[in-house]
């Protein structure tokens, strides 16, 4: 059985120190910016993507922690995976109400909140939270009812974590592909008047994929409430799929 130990020593030894600063400039790591102090070792998505395909399935989830807690981000985003993986192989229509694959999933999902700190730049939520979090709201859990699931959102919503916050919207991208805009319109009325401009990117792009997902007549009532109000990067990310005569009508608003 192939230990953490394993996984972070076999990335370590991919380290592409080209690689490393271009992602420590792009994912903002510098003093003050929303990224800093974070620590990359150059390791692409793809073969972050690759080991999680040769280890997911045998890895035991108690192993999982000393990932999340590495200082690494890709050793992180490997353990973040690796709970993806095995969520999503107890999620099928097969386990949708086995009890074992609920009470695995729910195991899961409390095991990606205890860490949810760990998710401490944008890539490791989106890549992340929608697959599990996302998809448990969908799904039966021993936790709680619906009434418990927006709770445990609004919990993320209202922390001063910048990256829960981001969570309790981002989870919504599972829910509206499902065909339930609730979480998604719930969640960026709740955000309307975030200050930061990745909170405006996420909320605007998440009410693009409802409208997309679900019905782009409901992304027009809110738009109808709220583009007056909306800061202008959230409200652009939501009218991008928008024809242009239609783009400029809700721009001009």
């Known amino acids: 059985m192939i230990t953490a130990k394993e996984i972070i ?62 200082r690494w981000h890709e050793v992180r985003l490997c353990g973040f995976l690796i709970l993806v993986a095995k969520f999503e192989k107890l999620a099928t229509k097969h386990f949708e ?33 929608h697959k599990i979090l996302g998809h448990w709201l969908l799904l039966p859990s021993h936790l709680g009812d619906r009434d418990y699931k927006i709770k445990l959102l609004d919990d993320l919503a209202a922390s001063p974590s910048l990256w829960k916050q981001r969570m309790s919207i981002v989870c919504s991208w599972k829910t509206s592909q499902q065909g339930d805009p609730s979480w998604c319109l719930r969640y960026a009325e709740i955000h309307l008047y975030h200050p930061h401009d990745l909170m405006h990117k996420a909320v605007g792009w998440m009410l693009r994929e409802m409208g997309k997902r679900c019905s782009m007549d409901l992304l027009r009532d809110f738009l109808r409430q709220h583009a007056h109000e909306m800061p202008r990067t959230m409200l652009r990310y939501a009218i991008e799929k928008f024809p242009e005569p239609e783009r400029q009508y809700w721009l001009k608003l």
């Open 9 to 70: 020593t076999h990335m370590e030894s991919m380290q592409n120190e080209e690689q490393r600063q271009v992602l420590m400039g792009f994912f903002k790591t510098g003093p003050g910016e929303y990224g800093e102090g974070d620590e990359f070792l150059g390791v692409k998505v793809p073969q972050t993507r690759e080991v999680v395909r040769h280890v997911a399935q045998g890895f035991p989830l108690s192993e999982v922690s000393t990932l999340l807690m590495n």
């Open 97 to 129: 109400n086995n009890k074992e694959a609920i009470k695995g999933r729910d195991e899961i999902l409390m095991m990606y909140l205890k860490y949810a700190e760990q998710a401490n730049n944008w890539d490791l939520v989106d890549l992340s939270v």
